[in-house]
């Protein structure tokens, strides 16, 4: 009985062995399907990388990214991060961040053990509790979101780089595309964009225009402390900026914070004549002979102050600025007696309220004032009895409303802005109860100029703008923005070309002698030898308006994360060009398309293309009105026909004679219609960040520019110039050549707008950027441009009839011609390379510097000689008399062959730096600084911002190989001293 049981017991026994075996084995199987072994682990995952931005571009800390596995990991400082996804499986990467929209990204199998980097861009969630309105933004080191072309100023750069007077617009300098402008009067505007005239240049103050209406230039000069940015854009391809045709400035305001900060200080420029004796200034460059300047001399005081009134729900900033200044003015011949001074007082104001209704809800009040006064107080041979003041003030009130809907994926702001401006040119010391006299010796020479001034403008602007934009989100990746913008403005302007009274031009026979200083209008004896005198007998009152109208529609398409189309058209419409005999232009529909590829979390390439319009200064039109058939008209009786001094025929006797008046030039509003000016824009360009803190940007870029007004001569002379045409001809000598003979009453000129003019700019800029850290910044940039144009202003004429173009034919007859204007631009700069760079050493130095090297501007030949005192007397060739803007554009006949702008003026570098000494006081800190200016004393003889009306150094007499006399040198060197307190 034992055996049986034994074996079964075995059998039994072995059976279950073997099932456990089998057990095991298929456990094990199992087992290792499921939970694979580690080396098997790292061959089946891979990681995936980036940088995770706001779709603007600046890194995003703190974001969460997770992958489909559930591993998930924060973006650190630089908005870096890196996370583990399985291996050979499609990903979807999840990506939260506070306040921006939540973003999922599908991402294609990545081989088991490989890498991939990404690039990842956020919408931000339309956020508008005042808290956020009032937050800073910082500038990216890569635009992640379109294809703008441009440069922007931190606060931080405002603040610590040295400028002249506080001027943050003299900065902008320095930004690529923008250079100083040369304009073609005293108040000409200081920026030239994209090689353009300075007229075309738009300004604005968070994102409200900005611009005087009647020749350009800012409205309202901010203060420096009210500053939070300043940015200028050459190429914008979005819609919401317009109309412009060469580029937009826009002045961001500083905003109340979370809690109270400012500064007060005082700032001098001591001048040649300083404390203890000590010559702080160089010597000017260019003197008549004899002078010795009384120098220059300026003070300058200012306060600011930005905080919570009722914390996270209502902030407030002001910022006030004074400064007092007296330059002496330079006389312009050897024959000088005395060196006068201008007396400079200006003020700049800026206040900002913004307040939380909600947290949805906030409105932004801002006012705005600047006053600049400059009081002449004689010069050269202008005795200060018969200068002028220069006074041009202006402000801006600001009411800007912001609504977030839709659970912050929709916003609508609404803006309304209020602006007055005055510009006018009052007698300094007299009135103009008083004519103009100029006292000259019995050879003719000019001994003084006394009286009053012989110049009348008045203008007065009062404009009205209101603005809604409204933008959505639709779908996944479409972000709609549609906007309507209005502006409507009142202009007032009182003008005439002499006195009221008349100008006298009278022999001194020895019979003037001075009663005091200098001679005055009281020493001249009624019975005094009248040679000329000169009235205008139709002083003008010009009242008119001028509106804008603007539409436009804009889609950001957010087509992947990491690649951005942004396509718009916008609308734009000038009521000037329906004055006159033009038809409204209203056919200006501006397509717009720009892509960014941010290709690696590093790089980004993109492009844009676009059609800009702009707007015509109101000038055009106020002077077509001013110059018209019942215009200003200036008469002059010489020799026996002038009368006896002081017995001149009145404005209103005159009146009476008008159809005797000698044929003079006379303006034709509009009688070939009138356009907007159009620019065609396209650039490429590529980005790359270099580490955390530098990066690299290359764009290439091209404006085109049609329709820019000029002037024309629909009665101009027909004989063209040739080669023997090189002697001065009497204002008669081309009469017999113009299709309507000059009659008594009649026009000899008649002149009127045409929009014709064309303009070209192409341009490399390289920017090279460190981003404000660790106590340091810098931003070069180096741009190789040419910039080409056949006008230079709205009062360009060409230098023979009509010959503007390069097909050598008359604009309006379309005859051959022997001369051309199309050349380079006055603002031409082949090369311009600038560095600006700000640097703290320790705690308590901080060192800044600029320096800017350009390649001389262009040097215009006209037809002339060059006298032994450096001066030029110019020739009229073809007879065709005075032409209205001349004195001011400089553009004069040039001799057969001779090209305009054919040469150029000395290259130029100038390096200006700062060094600034912190003091800790408690918790605020005193900084005592100096600036220099121009620390090389190197000699300027153009490239400086200016007005200099008929060219300076930049216009020459002769042909080219002849001498350049240079005249009207910048700055010599010059330092600056302040005392500023920072809580």
């Not at 001048?271 to 460059?285: E, T, V, W």
Request: glycine share 12%.
């Amino acid at each position: 009985m034992t055996r049986p049981v034994a074996v079964a017991t075995h059998v039994i026994f072995g059976e279950w062995c073997m099932r456990w075996t089998v057990s095991k084995w298929m456990v094990a199987v199992i087992a290792g399907a499921a939970f694979p072994s580690a080396s098997a682990i790292a061959q089946a995952t891979a990681v995936v990388s980036g940088v995770v931005r706001s779709q603007a571009g600046a890194p995003l800390h703190d974001a969460r990214v997770t992958s489909g596995a559930g591993d998930g990991t924060t973006t650190d400082l630089q908005g870096r991060f890196r996370v583990a996804v399985v291996a050979r499986m499609p990903v979807v990467l999840m990506v939260r961040a506070v306040g921006y929209t939540p973003l999922d990204i599908s991402i294609g199998a990545i081989a088991s053990g490989a890498s991939r980097e990404v690039g990842v861009t956020m919408r931000p969630l339309f956020v508008l509790d005042a808290v956020t309105v009032v937050a800073g933004r910082t500038r990216p080191l890569l635009n992640t979101e379109n294809a703008a072309l441009g440069g922007a100023l931190e606060e931080h750069e405002l603040q610590a780089l040295p400028s002249d007077a506080r001027d943050a617009l003299s900065l902008a300098f320095n930004l690529p595309g923008v250079a100083q402008a040369t304009g073609f009067f005293g108040d000409a505007p200081p920026l030239s964009i994209a090689g353009g005239n300075s007229l075309y240049s738009q300004y604005f103050v968070d994102g409200l225009n900005n611009t005087e209406g009647f020749l350009g230039g800012p409205r309202v000069e901010l203060p420096l402390s009210g500053l939070r940015r300043l940015e200028v854009l050459t190429s914008t391809y979005g819609v919401t900026h317009g109309p412009s045709a060469y580029g937009v400035v826009n002045q961001e305001t500083r905003a109340g914070g979370a809690s109270w900060s400012g500064d007060v200080f005082a700032m001098s420029r001591p001048g040649r004549d300083g404390p203890l004796g000590i010559s702080f200034d160089a010597a000017p460059k260019q003197l008549p002979s004899g002078v010795d300047p009384e120098g220059f001399q300026r003070v300058q005081l200012g306060a600011s102050a930005a905080g919570p009134i009722a914390r996270g729900r209502t902030f407030a900033s002001v910022a006030l600025e004074y400064s007092s200044e007296d330059e002496a003015r330079i006389g312009s011949t050897a024959q000088t007696q005395f060196t006068g001074v201008e007396r400079r007082q200006k003020v700049r104001g800026l206040g900002r309220i913004d307040h939380g209704w909600s947290p949805t809800q906030t409105t932004t009040l801002r006012v705005a004032y600047s006053n600049t006064d400059r009081a002449g107080a004689g010069s050269g041979l202008v005795v200060p009895e018969a200068d002028i003041t220069t006074r041009r003030i202006g402000s801006l009130t600001a009411l800007t409303h912001r609504t977030a809907l839709r659970g912050g994926q929709a916003s609508n702001t609404i803006s309304a802005q209020f602006g007055t401006f005055r510009w006018y040119f009052p007698p300094t010391r007299s009135d103009f109860t008083r004519p103009q006299v100029t006292i000259v010796a019995p050879d003719s020479s000019v001994q003084a100029i006394v009286g009053s001034s012989n110049f009348v403008f008045d203008e007065t602007e009062r404009q009205f703008e209101l603005r809604n934009v409204f933008e959505s989100v639709i779908g996944g990746g479409h972000t709609i923005r549609v906007g309507a913008e209005a502006t409507r403005s009142w202009f007032q302007l009182s003008g005439a070309s002499t006195n009221p009274n008349g100008s006298y031009t009278v022999f001194n026979d020895g019979n003037i002698r001075a009663s005091g200083e200098f001679l005055s209008i009281d020493d001249i004896p009624a019975d005094v030898r009248v040679q000329r005198y000169t009235i205008d007998a139709n002083q003008q009152q010009v009242d008119l308006t001028q509106t804008l109208l603007g539409a436009y529609v804009e889609d950001q398409w957010r087509v992947t994360p990491s690649l951005a189309v942004v396509a718009g058209i916008r609308w734009d419409y000038d009521d000037i060009t329906s004055r006159g005999a033009s038809s409204p232009d209203l056919d200006n529909f501006q397509p717009r398309l720009a892509v960014n590829w941010y290709r690696t979390p590093t790089t980004v390439i993109r492009a844009g293309a676009g059609i800009y319009t702009g707007k015509l200064p109101y000038a055009i039109y106020s002077d077509a009105v001013q110059f018209g058939p019942d215009g200003n008209a200036v008469v002059s009786f010489q020799g026996a026909s002038a009368p006896a001094f002081g017995q001149g025929l009145t404005r209103e006797a005159l009146q009476a004679r008008r159809g005797e008046l000698p044929a003079h030039e006379e303006r034709a509003l509009f009688a070939l219609g009138l356009s907007q000016p159009l620019s065609y824009q396209a650039s490429v360009g590529f980005q790359a960040q270099v580490g955390a803190r530098w990066a690299v940007t290359v764009d290439a870029t091209w404006v085109e520019t049609r329709r820019l007004p000029r002037s024309v001569d629909l009665n101009a002379i027909a004989r063209p110039l040739g080669v023997a045409d090189s002697v001065a001809r009497g204002v008669t000598f081309g009469d017999g050549s113009r299709p309507v003979a000059p009659a008594t009453g009649s026009f000899r000129r008649l002149t009127t707008t045409q929009s014709a003019g064309r303009g070209r700019y192409q341009a490399l800029v390289t920017t090279v950027r460190r981003q404000f850290g660790e106590a340091w910044s810098l931003d070069g940039n180096w741009a190789w441009l040419r910039a080409q144009n056949d006008t230079e202003d709205i009062n360009f004429n060409a230098t023979q009839a009509n010959c503007f173009g390069e097909d050598f034919r008359d604009a309006i007859t379309g005859v051959p011609c022997s001369t051309s204007e199309w050349a380079d631009a006055i603002n031409d700069r082949r090369h311009k390379v600038t560095l600006r760079a700000v640097y703290t050493v320790g705690s308590s130095l901080r060192l800044a510097a600029i320096g800017d090297w350009q390649t001389g501007q262009p040097v215009n030949r006209v037809a002339g000689r060059t006298n032994p005192d450096g001066s030029f007397s110019t020739f009229d060739l073809d007879g065709s008399g005075p032409i209205f803007g001349e004195g001011f554009v400089g553009n004069l006949d040039r001799f057969v062959g001779v090209g305009r702008n054919d040469e150029r003026l000395p290259n130029f570098l100038e390096f200006s730096a700062g060094a600034t000494y912190l003091m800790g006081v408690g918790a605020s800190l005193l900084e005592l600084r100096a600036d220099v200016f121009n620390v090389l004393n190197a000699t300027e003889w153009g490239n400086y911002a200016n007005g200099v009306p008929g060219g300076g150094s930049r216009t020459q007499a002769g042909r080219p190989g002849d001498p350049i006399v240079l005249r009207s040198p910048g700055r010599p060197r010059q330092v600056q001293l302040s005392a500023r307190y920072v809580f």
